[in-house]
C-alpha cells in the first residue's frame, strides 16, 4: 500500500477512471450473464471445468477441444476466485486490465516522457474497444496487460548493469507465456530479438548474452507445450485452432476475394478438399495440419485475395470503432442471432450515434497522435523505443487482421499506439533538449 501511494497523482486519476467505466458496464451486464460470452468463450469455461482430461488425457472426450486452444487462459479463468462464472472473469479481467493502464504509463515515461505515459495510460483506460472487451470472456485482455509488462521490462534493461540480463530473461518469459494465452504471439522474436540487440548494442558481451536469455525466456514455455503435444499426439504444434482459422478464414476469404464468391462457398470447398486429404484415422492435430497446409497452398494460388483480404481486415481491425462489443454490455441483446456481433435492437438511436461518435473521436484521437508520435520520436533520436513500439503495433495489427477481424483484435496493439500518441501530443522542443533516450527511468 505505500508504494501505490507513491503512485503519481495522475496515474492514480486515469487508473480510477479505467476502474470506473469498467465497473459500471460490468454491474449492467449482471442481469444478463449472456453479455459476456462470445461463442469463443464456451470452449474456454468448457476447458477451465476439465482441464487435467482436457490438456492430459488423450483417449478423453475433451482432449480434442484441449488441442484448440492453449492453456493460459483456460488457467486464468479456473484460478478465478475458485469459480468459472463469466461475471467473476470479467471482475478479474477489470483488475487485470488496471495493470495494462499502469505499465503503458512506465512504458510512456521510458520511452518519452511523464506526460507521455500520462496521456498514452488516459487513452487505454477510456479506449472503447479495451473498456467493453475487459467484460467478454475472452483472452485479449490477459493477454495485453502480459505482453505490454513484458515490453516494459525489455525497455528497463536497457542501460548496461547487473539487472540487464535478468529483465531481458524475465521479459522473454513473459512474452513466453504469452503465447500460450493467444498463440498468435509466437513469431514475437521477428521483432524482439532486432530492437533488443540495438537496446543493449552498447554493452558487449552483456548484450550477447541478453538477447540469449530473452531468447531462451521466451521459448520455454511454448517448447514445453509443444513437445507436450507432440508427444500425445505426434505432430509438434501449439494448437489446432491456428489450422482451423488459417484455413476456414484466411484462406477462404482470399478466395472469395480474388473469385468473387461468397465466403460461405469458399469455406465449404476448402473443407471437402481438406476432407479429402485426410487420412483414415487421422488424430485431430494431423488434421490441423492438413488444414495449415491447404491453407499455405490457397494463399500461393491467390496472391491478389490474399492481399486483397488482408488489407480489409487491416481496415476493420484499425478503424473499427467497437460499437456493438460496448452496446451489448450496455443493453444485452434480446432478438436471436450474434449477440456478439449484432447492434442490440433495444438500445435508443440516438444514444446509439452519440455514442459512435464518442468512439470514433477516441480512436481518431489515438491514430492521430500515434503518427504525430512517429514524427516525435524521430525527431528526439528515440530510434529503438520507436522501432520496438511501432514493431509490436504493426505485428499484432498485421496478424490479427483477416475476414475474422474486428475492433477486438485491435486491443494487444493499443497501448503500443496510445505510447506514441502519448509522445505526439507531448513533444516539444525543449523534450528535445533536455529529455535523452532513457532519461524517463525512474529509481523504484
Known amino acids: 500500500m505505500a508504494r501505490f501511494s507513491r503512485l503519481p497523482r495522475p496515474l492514480l486519476l486515469i487508473m480510477g477512471i479505467g476502474l470506473v467505466v469498467r465497473l459500471v458496464l460490468l454491474v449492467n451486464a449482471l442481469s444478463e450473464p449472456s453479455r459476456y460470452l462470445t461463442p469463443d468463450a464456451i470452449d474456454y469455461l468448457s476447458i477451465a471445468r476439465h482441464l487435467s482430461p482436457a490438456y492430459l488425457d488423450g483417449d478423453s472426450p475433451w482432449f480434442a477441444l484441449g488441442l484448440s486452444r492453449t492453456p493460459g487462459y483456460p488457467l486464468f479463468v479456473w484460478s478465478l476466485f475458485g469459480t468459472h462464472a463469466s461475471a467473476a472473469v470479467a471482475l478479474g479481467q477489470v483488475a487485470v486490465s488496471m495493470v495494462t493502464v499502469f505499465f503503458t504509463y512506465r512504458i510512456g515515461l521510458q520511452a518519452y516522457s511523464e506526460r507521455a505515459g500520462a496521456v498514452a495510460a488516459l487513452a487505454v483506460a477510456v479506449d472503447p474497444a479495451s473498456v467493453a472487451h475487459t467484460n467478454y470472456v475472452q483472452p485479449e485482455i490477459l493477454f495485453t496487460a502480459l ?180 452496446l451489448v454490455t450496455l443493453a444485452g441483446q434480446k432478438a436471436p442471432g450474434r449477440p456478439w456481433a449484432d447492434p442490440p435492437k433495444s438500445f435508443p438511436p440516438l444514444a446509439s450515434r452519440l455514442l459512435l461518435v464518442a468512439q470514433l473521436a477516441v480512436l481518431v484521437a489515438i491514430m492521430v497522435g500515434a503518427a504525430l508520435g512517429v514524427f516525435a520520436l524521430l525527431r528526439s533520436g528515440r530510434h529503438v523505443e520507436l522501432g520496438l513500439l511501432l514493431g509490436l503495433a504493426v505485428y499484432f495489427v498485421v496478424l490479427a487482421s483477416g475476414a475474422e477481424s474486428y475492433a477486438r483484435f485491435r486491443v494487444p496493439s493499443t497501448p503500443y499506439l496510445a505510447v506514441l500518441a502519448g509522445a505526439g501530443y507531448a513533444f516539444r522542443g525543449a523534450d528535445r533538449l533536455t529529455s535523452p533516450p532513457g532519461a524517463g527511468t525512474t529509481p523504484e
Request: a positive charge; glycine letters at 8%.
Open 147 to 326: 505482453v505490454v509488462a513484458a515490453t516494459f521490462l525489455l525497455l528497463k534493461s536497457r542501460p548496461a548493469g547487473p539487472t540487464t540480463v535478468k529483465l531481458a530473461l524475465c521479459s522473454g518469459l513473459l512474452f513466453g507465456l504469452s503465447v500460450l494465452v493467444r498463440p498468435i504471439a509466437l513469431y514475437l522474436p521477428l521483432v524482439l530479438l532486432p530492437t533488443g540487440w540495438l537496446l543493449w548494442r552498447h554493452a558487449g558481451r552483456q548484450a550477447v548474452a541478453a538477447s540469449l536469455a530473452l531468447l531462451l525466456g521466451f521459448a520455454a514455455l511454448p517448447a514445453v507445450w509443444i513437445v507436450k503435444n507432440q508427444v500425445q499426439t505426434g505432430v509438434p504444434l501449439l494448437s489446432t485452432i491456428e489450422g482451423k482459422l488459417l484455413l476456414n478464414y484466411r484462406a477462404a476469404d482470399a478466395i472469395a476475394q480474388q473469385r468473387g464468391t461468397t465466403l460461405m462457398e469458399a469455406q465449404g470447398r476448402l473443407n471437402e478438399e481438406a476432407i479429402r486429404r485426410r487420412a483414415p484415422g487421422m488424430n485431430e492435430a494431423e488434421v490441423s495440419r492438413v488444414e495449415t497446409g491447404l491453407a499455405l497452398e490457397t494463399f500461393r494460388e491467390h496472391p491478389a485475395g490474399t492481399v486483397e483480404s488482408t488489407v480489409k481486415g487491416l481496415a476493420r481491425t484499425l478503424f473499427g470503432p467497437g460499437r456493438n462489443s460496448v
